[in-house]
Every structure is written in C-alpha cells, then in structure tokens.
C-alpha cells in the first residue's frame, strides 16, 4: 500500500482540468447529497448566512439544524491546523459548499478539495467559495470537482493527493467509501463520517446494518447510542482490514434526520486488540446491559437468569464498546470555541452545553448506553424523581453518573437498572415521610 506522503504535495493534474460534463454518468443519489431540480426552471437565490459566513443554497441540499455538526468540524480542522500546521481537506459530498468555505475562512485550511457528485451545483458552490482567494500552481487554496465520492477517493489516492482531514457527510447508511477512504487520508489525519440510518440503529432492519457496517443491530432503548457506536464500528472494521486503527475524537447525534456525526483520528498500525469492539446484550426482563468479547459468545446471560442465552437476552453486534470521546479534545474545542466567542457571556449556550456533555460522557467509568428515567419507572411503576434528584442520588451510593447529550430525560451511569430502580424507590419513600 503506498504511504509515503510528500510534505508539501503539489495537486496533481486531475485537480486543474476542466470538467466534462459526462464525468460522473451514473451517479448515486446517496453520494450526490442534494434535492434535483428537473423542470429547468430558473431559481431565485437563496441566501443564508452561519458564523457570519454568507453564502447561497438554491435548490441544493442544506439544513440549517447541522450548523452544529459543521461547528464541531472546523473546531477539530483547527485545533489539527495549530497542532500540525498544515490543513488539507477534503469535502466528500460538499453540498452547496458551505463546510468548505467554513474550513478554510475559519479552520484556515491550506487547501481544500469541494467535491459534490452534482455537476448541476457548480455554480452555487464556486460562488461561494469566491470569497477566499483561489490562488494558483501550488499557492492554490481551493479546488470545485465532480465526481463519485469512490472515484474522488481513488483518484486522490492513486495521485499521492493525501488530505488531513476527510469529511463525509453522506446519507442513510451508504458505507461504501469506507474501504477507499483510508488510502486517501494522512497518517494521524482526522475523518468526519456521517450516518442517517435511525432505521439500522433502531434494530428495525438487521440485515441493512450488517451489510453496510458488519454489525447485527437489534431493537434496544438507547438506539440513539447504538447508531453512533454501530458507524464507529464500521470503520473500525474496514481499518482494522487495512492494517490501521481508528479512535473517536468526539460521537455527536443530533434528532432533525437523525444524524450520526462521529470525528475519528487514524493510526496506520493495526488495531492493538479488540477489546472495544464486540457486542452488547440488554435484557428485556431486568433492563440490564453487558459487554461481551469474542472469546465470551456463547456465554451469554443475564444476573437475573442462571440460564445461558436467555430469551429476554437482546444482542447486538459486532460494534464499537468503547469511549465515544476524547475529554482532552473536547476541552480544547471548548476551550477554543470560547476563544472565538462561540460560547460564553450568554452566548452559544447549546454549543457550549453540548461540549461539556460530551466531557462528562467522557469518563472511562462510565459504560455505554444509558437509562431513560421514564423506562426506569415505568419498571418500577412509580413516577421518576428529576433528573438531577436522581443522579445526586446514584453518586451519593458510589457510582458514576453524568447527563447524555443524546437523550435529555436520561443518565449514563454504572449503576444497573435494579439498583436505579431500589434508589427512585427509596427517594418516593423520603418524599411521602
């Protein structure tokens, strides 16, 4: 496999030739990213402005509710910039090309490649990127192109065009790219991988997410979560194929779509072990949780049942069992967003209320998942405390608790469901003495 990366690469000829209209023939709708327009009709432009960005969208795809989603990327694009300095990117499926303009006027990408599989968008995107300077030969800081995002991928590849940071914002499960992503990005370079498939991660169609992420998902209550480690361990697999070995930065769901954002960092060395990667049970009579290991299949069972694979058992998997974020990352996101006045004095209270979520979930005593209050209640047939009555009660008994940006009328905690449900009960009891 070739590695070697040139420190300073030049872009190569396929990046500078005029596009012909006939590149991308066959295009696929999940890699193009975008609403088509057939009637021929003339579109009024539509301006909008995020971060003080202006920009315009017609009629291509664009949703105002991921603008956190594109803040966490350029704050990742730039903590990378200052810590390697040097940023190239490479917008996958870029849309009307506002995360491009964002990484490069905000994260101040060296270059970046803005590629949509949309050839009928070339003029949205090139107006608006023409705010920053195109430059030229190798000064040149940004490059339009159409193609497949496989065909963009291989290309890159095959001309030593190596990028520090890839973003992927596809849609539903297409995971096609997976296996051609890894060759086009740097070593200890970052990848920005998008899923919208609330249907595999729910457990409601099994087959779909093995054969785009190997992972055999069934119904469980926090299948928000599972999503997140479901596109995790996607790529764990296809890296772990090629000899590398991905470890997640930050794991962002968002409800509109839904949408499962994951920020992975890349090592070219395979996986050191796969004690993160393997399966999860949940079973329906207890409500508790388990991580298994490979070598534990067929040891399945559940504490309240002496019998190996019972039928209240639920498992998933094979998928991602470990952290979900990097707390030192997140911090200097934090940290930085706060610096350019994201957050703070009032301001961006979501961003900032989500990153510090995300640091608290960060606690490597926490496991994965997470118990729902009205789940816990409802098991216990009373009404559930608050949120914050409830989790100053686990932690008084030694365990660890924390909220969960995915579900707000839920804890993660290591406490089990039975446990959970002897405190509520003992704090109704204090309530009605």
């Known amino acids: 496999m070739l590695t070697v990366t040139p420190k300073t690469p030049s872009p190569s000829p396929f990046l500078h030739e005029p596009l012909p ?10 890699n193009s990213h975008q609403i088509h327009c057939f009637n021929g009709s003339y579109h009024k432009p539509t301006y909008q402005t995020e971060r003080g960005l202006q920009f315009e969208t017609e009629d291509t795809f664009f949703r105002h509710e991921s603008a956190t989603g594109r803040d966490l990327g350029v704050l990742s694009a730039a903590l990378y910039k200052q810590s390697k300095q ?91 790219f997976l296996r051609t992503v890894f060759n086009a990005v740097k070593r200890d370079g970052l990848l920005y991988l998008t899923s919208t498939d609330g249907y595999s991660s729910g457990g409601h169609r099994p087959n779909n997410s093995l054969a785009s992420y190997g992972a055999y998902i069934l119904p469980m209550p926090y299948s928000n979560e599972i999503g997140l480690r479901m596109l995790i361990g996607g790529a764990v697999r296809e890296a772990s194929a090629q000899g590398y070995h991905v470890s997640p930065l930050f794991s962002y769901y968002s409800y ?40 534990e299949l067929g040891q399945m069972s559940c504490p ?43 301001t961006g209270t979501d961003l900032e209320k989500l990153l510090s979520r995300m640091i608290d979930e960060s606690d490597p005593r926490l496991p994965f998942g997470y118990i729902k209050l009205d789940e816990m209640a409802s098991r216990a047939k009373m009404n559930s405390p608050s949120l914050k009555t409830m989790m100053s009660a686990v932690q008084k008994e030694g365990y660890v608790a924390s909220r969960s940006h995915i579900a707000s009328n839920a804890i993660k905690t290591n406490c089990p469901m039975v446990a959970c449900i002897r405190i509520a009960k003992e704090l109704q009891g204090c309530q009605k003495n």
């Open 86 to 176: 040097q940023l190239r990117v490479l917008d996958v499926m870029c849309g009307c090309g506002i995360r491009s303009l964002r990484y490069l006027a905000e994260a101040k990408a060296d270059f970046v490649m803005a590629n949509d599989g949309n050839d009928a968008h070339r003029r949205v995107i090139l107006g608006n990127l023409k705010s920053i300077e195109r430059g030229s030969g190798d000064e040149k800081r940004w490059v339009v192109t159409h193609f497949d995002a496989n065909r963009v991928l291989s290309e890159c590849y095959l001309n030593r065009e190596f990028f520090d940071l890839i973003d992927i914002d596809s849609f539903g499960s297409d995971s096609s």
């Open 256 to 295: 509109h779509g839904p949408v499962f954002r994951v920020m992975l960092r890349v090592h070219r060395k395979a996986l050191p072990d796969n004690r993160h990667y393997g399966f999860i049970s949940y079973c329906n009579h207890c409500g508790n949780s388990q991580a298994y290991s490979w070598e």
């Open 304 to 346: 309240c049942s002496n019998t190996i694979g019972s039928s209240s058992l639920v498992v998933s998997g094979p998928l991602w069992t470990g952290p979900l974020h990097d707390a030192t990352h997140i911090t200097k996101m934090l940290n930085l967003a706060e610096k350019w006045g994201w957050v703070g004095d009032g």
């Open 21 to 30: 209209k006939s590149q991308n023939p066959n295009p696929k709708p999940s």
